[in-house]
């Protein structure tokens, strides 16, 4: 099967770390939003969908491309994002998109989040936060879950 990722890593690099590791191990490329055409993605069996959070949202860039697919004619995807702080349980910041997706004919088969060096105001005051993230462990994580995930979509041929 055929596996893209299409990410935003604008900050640190942080987003774009964790996307390599899952990209390594579903032998697929790593693309910016506007790398790729969205009618390309019907050409795809599974993307993945990234960036860094900002006010609780993903990137911009990454938000209007996902508007811009589509409807129908899609296979699976997955959602990951890095953060300064945690997924709130109440009001996830992965939800948004996934519903997004899933109204445009996608089958959103999970989601991933770790920690990430995180500078944006009020932490910039402070020199930021998560000056160590994402570490070998979160860096593991994502592999896991790229291999579970390619387990259970068959993301590699």
């Known amino acids: 099967m055929k596996a893209v990722i299409v990410c935003t890593s604008v900050s640190h690099g942080n987003t ?3 996307a390599d590791v899952m990209g390594q191990v579903l032998e697929a490329p790593v693309v910016n939003p ?3 055409d969205s009618a390309e993605l019907a050409g ?23 508007r811009s697919l589509p409807t129908g004619g899609h296979s699976r995807a997955f959602v990951f994002a890095t953060s300064g702080l945690p997924e709130p349980p109440i ?4 939800r948004p998109l996934v519903r997004l997706l899933d109204r445009k004919g996608f089958e959103v088969a999970d989601t991933f989040t770790c920690r990430a060096f995180d ?3 009020p932490m910039k005051l402070v020199g930021g936060i998560h000056k160590d993230r ?7 994580a994502a592999r896991t879950f790229a291999e579970t995930l390619r387990a259970r979509t068959g993301a590699v041929s």
Do not use: C, M
């Open 16 to 18: 774009k770390r964790i």
């Open 34 to 36: 506007e790398q790729i």
């Open 44 to 66: 795809y069996d599974l993307v993945g969908f990234g960036s860094g959070i900002f006010l609780q949202n993903f990137h911009p860039r990454l938000r209007r491309f996902a």
């Open 119 to 121: 500078t944006w105001l």
């Open 134 to 140: 994402p570490n070998a462990t979160d860096l593991e």
């Open 91 to 94: 009001r996830p910041f992965t």
